[in-house]
């Protein structure tokens, strides 16, 4: 992001303070890819191995990462 | 062929779905009308005007392919635990491409740029890096529409219709409405595939389970299936060796998905800059519905199915079908298995239209017809579209279905080398345009000879046996394997960066770049930023 300029306001790119929350969206990579985190059986829910309902659970919370991150860059 | 076994009201249902889209997909012509189509603005990007929901159709429709709702929870059926790598690798692919993919819609419509390798063109100023780019793209997208086929053939054997003429003419169809409506009728059609394939999932992991006895007894039977098989890298959890294997597939698998040309086509067709990163935050919605598919694989176990065999070998893309046979009504199977057929139908058409613009873009109209007309340009696409798919049925009526399956094995791996040029294109203009064209001949280079050094101790293989590269080649003590395409795109970075310090030592001059670091943020509406709109207003 390095040759982002800041023209007017209204529609420049965002600026520095903006694109510090993008490294939130690291947040559901190291969630899902560390996977001795989750490679277990228990704890169950609804007959579910914990390995498949914890993974299965990022999905809404990637969801709200991005969206958050969305928000805050988003121009307006 | 045989109909012994075909059953009337499932076939009928079948069939009347299939009709319905095909209507739909001429229809799709008229669909947001164009003043004509005959510009690959509008037949290959659909006029570049999809807002939010259709993009999240199509995208939807593009990246989550029949072939995956076939082939994922065939791999949890015979191998356990790795199948579902599918849920990470779509968990963590948008806050990835919700990153970039905005950078090269912005810089894409600033210059009329179609394809990726039209943007390594502008960008690099080298003509051979972008053809590299752009064989790369083909290269890797025929296997994949081969595969869409597997993903309907799967369905016709569990309907009892063994024979390749229903093939033929479900692939002569959508050839047809595709030459005529471009990227409009996929558009059209996603809706109804994803309408379909979200009814029938929730009703599968419902119901299913309740006639099994719940997902304690689901998993007690895949443990049972598991522990009795001599394979040690099975199982419902993942052993030790594999956990980097599995990490590593997803995250590679993650960073391949958006350089593949349909993935780009589908960003490309979209409004605006903001309509992606929306998206970005909305397609996760399908991985829930592909976990839970996922999971069908474990039922099939629990429900005793059995694969079909042909030609003496189990064909494990049939446990899902069969499934569904096996578990619901007739008329909703149908229904099911028209969703899974019409699943394949969209990314078909979607690859077969990013190929032919590949084609169109990046060979015919630069060595062939320097000066085509937009007019002769989408000719020229249309006509490379039957071609694309004449080869992908051939290729599945000639070789061995396994041979389809390989080949996209190693397409991921091939389409990986081109993201030093894409990816790090996008944001710097340090690489030089020859070291970029050495790494991806090094990328490639070892990522095939570490795919042909991979045996499979299961299925007897002696090459190309997986997408998992042993460690233990590298001299370490492990029985630890990593994904094959993460370790040949290490290479390939590792090159370009030497050859560039190389080539800059040397002083050899950069090619010219035709993009200026504002083009890479500009948003719809900025002057500049549409070019069909402001050729109109030339006129």
């Known amino acids: 992001m390095s040759d982002q300029r800041n023209t007017s306001k209204r529609d420049g790119p965002p600026g520095p303070r903006e694109t510090r929350w993008t490294w939130l969206l690291l947040i559901p990579l190291l969630g899902t890819l560390i996977v001795p985190l989750y490679n277990t059986r228990d704890p169950e829910l609804f007959g579910l191995p914990f390995f498949y309902w914890y993974q299965m659970v990022w999905i809404p919370v990637s969801v709200l990462v991005t969206v958050v991150v969305y928000r805050i860059t988003r121009r307006r | ?539």
């Not at chain 2, 082939?71 to 963590?92: D, E, N, Q, S």
């Not at chain 2, 078909?348 to 109209?365: Q, V």
């Not at chain 2, 094995?409 to 990816?423: D, F, N, R």
């Open chain 2, 1 to 539: 062929m045989t109909f012994a076994a075909v059953n009337g009201v499932q076939l009928a249902v079948f069939i009347f779905l299939f009709g319905f889209v095909t209507v739909l997909g001429f229809v799709a012509a008229r669909w947001r009308r164009a003043k004509d189509l005959d510009s690959l603005d509008e037949w290959g990007l659909g006029g570049r005007s999809f807002g939010s929901w259709i993009t999240w159709f199509l995208l939807g429709g593009d990246l989550y392919t029949a072939y995956t709702f076939v082939a994922v929870p065939a791999l949890l059926f015979g191998a356990g635990a790795l199948g579902f790598f599918a849920v990470p690798y779509t968990i963590i692919v948008f806050p990835m491409v919700f990153l970039v993919a905005p950078r090269l819609w912005s810089v894409s419509h600033r210059h009329g740029y179609v394809t990726p390798a039209d943007f390594i063109r502008g960008r690099f100023g080298s003509g051979s890096l972008a053809l590299v780019i752009a064989i790369t793209g083909i290269v890797a997208t025929m296997p994949y529409i081969a595969l869409q086929l597997i993903g309907i053939e799967a369905v016709l054997k569990a309907m009892g219709i063994l024979g390749h003429w229903p093939i033929i003419i479900a692939f002569g169809v959508l050839a047809a409405y595709t030459y005529q409506s471009g990227l409009r009728a996929p558009a059209l059609i996603a809706f109804v595939k994803d309408s379909l394939i979200y009814l029938v999932v929730i009703v599968a992991v419902i119901y299913i389970p309740t006639q099994l006895g719940g997902f304690d007894d689901i998993f007690a039977a895949a443990d049972k299936k598991f522990s009795a098989s001599e394979n040690p890298g099975d199982g419902v959890l993942l052993g030790d060796a594999a956990v980097l294997g599995y990490s590593t597939l997803a995250f590679g698998s993650a960073l391949a998905l958006f350089l593949y040309p349909h993935s780009v086509t589908g960003v490309l067709a979209a409004r605006s800059r903001d309509t992606i990163k929306r998206n970005m935050a909305a397609l996760p919605v399908y991985s829930i519905m592909l976990g839970l598919l996922a999971l069908l694989g474990y039922m099939a176990i629990a429900a005793g199915i059995e694969p079909i065999v042909t030609d003496g070998k189990p064909d494990p893309n049939t446990i899902v079908p069969l499934l569904f046979d096996d578990m619901f009504p007739a008329w909703f199977a149908g229904v099911a298995f028209g969703a899974i057929a019409i699943g394949a139908l969209v990314p078909a058409a979607i690859m077969s239209i990013a190929a032919a613009n590949l084609w169109t873009r990046n060979i015919y109209k630069e060595y062939l017809n320097r000066d085509a007309t937009p007019a002769q340009e989408a000719r020229s696409s249309k006509l490379a579209s039957l071609v694309v798919k004449a080869g992908a049925v051939i290729v599945i009526l000639v070789l061995d279905p396994q041979f389809s399956i390989d080949l996209q094995l190693i397409g991921g791996v091939v389409i990986l080398q081109t993201l030093p040029a894409i990816v790090f294109g996008l944001y710097t203009r340090f690489f030089h345009a020859r070291a970029l064209l050495a790494g991806w001949a090094a990328g490639l280079a070892a990522g095939m000879y570490m795919l042909y050094d991979t045996p499979n101790a299961i299925t007897g293989k002696t090459h190309f046996g997986g997408p998992q590269y042993a460690l233990s080649n590298f001299g370490l003590d492990t029985k630890v394997a990593i994904y094959t395409g993460l370790v040949a795109l290490l290479v390939n970075i590792v090159v370009c960066v030497l050859v560039t310090l190389a080539l800059r030592a040397a002083n050899q001059p950069y090619g010219d770049d035709a993009t200026e670091p504002s083009d890479y943020v500009v948003e719809a509406g900025d002057p500049g930023v549409d070019p069909l709109r402001d050729a109109a207003a030339a006129r």
